[in-house]
């Protein structure tokens, strides 16, 4: 059984700690039952149909091979004396309405899952102890995320400023040396990002602007890229490859996509992102290590 350190709930901007070493002194731990849920695969979504002849079902390809939610069942204690433990489970009831984020930390990994919770707890007259506190948290998304994102920021590739022949002060012909522009020489345009967990990760692209002529994004290897033909400005353009959309300010603006090759990462492997326009703008790719 893998130890775990601690975990953390957090409910807006208040964030609850959960000592697992038994070292802790805040009042909240995890008990020995632990937590149910985080380290198992959930339900498989996946309906297969019996072959009319022959044996067996028909084949499901593995990109048809989907997840139900996840459910994380969190065995937890309050201690202190009676006003403070109630305090505490008052304080961690406020999830109620909300959408929570669990963190688990272990000898193996630091992620997180998002979903809403619910809070079971027993409370007997006279105790200066709640023993028995159940966290239930469903996750619409599946996936466990690494707590820690890969992040890079691209640069265009070219100076903006320097492109094509110029025509001189007074445009009367050619300026000589002829210049095509100043090409970037240290890799600014191109990153790669790597997948440790065991699904497919989705990273996220955040364009901040001046792109006057919008912006281009290819993946080597892949033959498929992302292409926004619209000029983005002071708001940036999110660009989510799980979602498959572009929004600018939480509108959607995925009509103006020209290309919608949005990319993942497998898992174990890496991902190859070049930065195609020219602008003064930059673009910052997130990805983080996701494990089913």
Not at 60 to 85: C, K, L, P, S
Not at 249 to 264: A, H, M
């Amino acid at each position: 059984m893998t130890d775990i350190d601690y975990t953390e709930l957090t409910v807006g901007s208040d964030t609850i700690r959960f000592d697992g070493t038994g070292a802790g002194t805040d009042g909240y731990y995890i008990t020995q039952e632990g937590i149910e849920g985080w380290y198992s695969m959930p339900s498989m979504q996946v309906t297969s149909t019996a072959r009319g002849q022959g044996d067996g079902n028909h084949d499901i390809q593995d990109d048809d091979i989907h997840y139900e939610a996840r459910v994380i069942t969190m065995h937890t204690m309050i201690v202190g004396d009676r006003t403070d433990t109630l305090g505490k489970l008052a304080r961690l009831r406020r999830c109620s309405h909300r959408h929570v984020r669990i963190r688990v930390v272990d000898e193996l990994m630091d992620a997180y899952c998002e979903g809403r919770a619910t809070i079971d707890a027993t409370a007997k007259r006279g105790e200066q102890i709640i023993p028995d506190v159940t966290v239930t948290i469903e996750c619409d998304r599946p996936e466990i995320l690494s707590f820690r994102p890969q992040r890079y920021q691209l640069l265009p590739p070219i100076e903006s400023d320097r492109v094509g022949l110029s025509y001189g002060s007074a445009a009367r012909g050619l300026a000589y040396p002829l210049s095509y522009g100043a090409a970037a020489v240290d890799a600014r345009n191109v990153c790669t990002l790597v997948n440790n967990g065991s699904s497919r990760a989705y990273p996220v692209f955040t364009v901040q602007g001046p792109w006057p002529d919008g912006v281009q994004l290819t993946f080597p290897g892949l033959d498929m890229s992302l292409d926004y033909s619209q000029a983005v400005g002071s708001v940036p353009l999110v660009l989510d490859s799980r979602s498959r959309t572009a929004s600018i300010g939480g509108l959607d603006v995925s009509r103006n996509l020209r290309q919608r090759g949005f990319p993942t990462v497998p898992p174990g492997g890496t991902t190859a992102v070049n930065l195609q326009s020219v602008g003064d703008g930059y673009v910052t790719v997130e990805c983080r290590d996701t494990y089913m």
